[in-house]
T-cell receptor, first 113, second 115 residues
Framework: GDSVTQMEGPVTLSEEAFLTINCTYT??????LFWYVQYPGEGLQLLLK?????DKGSNKGFEATYRKETTSFHLEKGSVQVSDSAVYFC????????????FGRGTQLTVWP | NAGVMQNPRHLVRRRGQEARLRCSPV?????VYWYRQLPEEGLKFMVY????????ESGMPKERFSAEFPKEGPSILRIQQVVRGDSAAYFC?????????????FGSGTRLTVV
């Protein structure tokens, strides 16, 4: 079945460090891929998305490229800030399962000043 | 307010009681989804509803759980005879339609604690 696997956290970085959070997926067909961010006590917010192979999603300095050959959608940021501390979720959706998102377990990121 | 509104934010119930969670979608959105987040896990799909219809409830436990999205008013997720294992954060999302071009807007969740 469809699933998403994320690198386990927590991830702890100093401000201005480079961030990578790995995400791989299993799905038939051509899913859309997403990264969501959850700040403490809040709901999920869409960070970026990509809907087809080789697409790059980007937002707020974060980037992720849809790699069909490696079934991956790794999240990267060149220089993290304290305000980036949150839980990051990788997710996928497929047209045949309308309205359903499949989430990874989430990766807790803590950035220290 | 343009977002998805969920209430209550926190709900405490004793074992055996009923829990009713409410979700008001973004104005104009007719698609609602419920997800459950257990401690230190990702969100798991429960149910997808359109106005007055359940489209997909394959993620919903077969017993004690029900959901509705009436023609008027919020969507309700109802859990009867709660047990400690029901303690979780329950998130609602809404969308204008389905498909990759339509985004899902999530609410801030209801955190249910069963004591």
């Amino acid at each position: 079945g469809d699933s998403v696997t994320q690198m386990e956290g927590p991830v702890t970085l100093s401000e201005e460090a480079f961030l990578t959070i790995n995400c791989t997926y299993t799905a038939t067909g051509y899913p859309s891929l997403f990264w969501y961010v959850q700040y403490p006590g809040e709901g999920l917010q869409l960070l970026l998305k990509a809907t087809k192979a080789d697409d790059k999603g980007s937002n707020k300095g974060f980037e992720a490229t849809y790699r069909k050959e490696t079934t991956s959608f790794h999240l990267e940021k060149g220089s993290v800030q304290v305000s980036d501390s949150a839980v990051y979720f990788c997710a996928l959706s497929r047209g045949s399962t309308l309205g359903r998102l499949y989430f990874g377990r989430g990766t807790q990121l803590t950035v220290w000043p | 307010n343009a977002g998805v509104m969920q209430n209550p934010r926190h709900l405490v119930r004793r074992r055996g009681q009923e829990a009713r969670l409410r979700c008001s979608p973004v104005k104009g959105h007719s698609h609602v989804y419920w997800y459950r987040q257990l401690p230190e896990e990702g969100l798991k799909f429960m149910v997808y509803l359109q106005k007055e219809n359940i489209i997909d409830e394959s993620g919903m436990p077969k017993e004690r759980f029900s959901a509705e999205f009436p023609k008027e008013g919020p969507s309700i997720l109802r859990i009867q005879q709660v047990v400690r294992g029901d303690s979780a954060a329950y998130f609602c999302a809404s969308s204008l339609s389905t498909g990759e071009d339509y985004g899902y807007t999530f609410g801030s969740g209801t955190r249910l604690t069963v004591v």
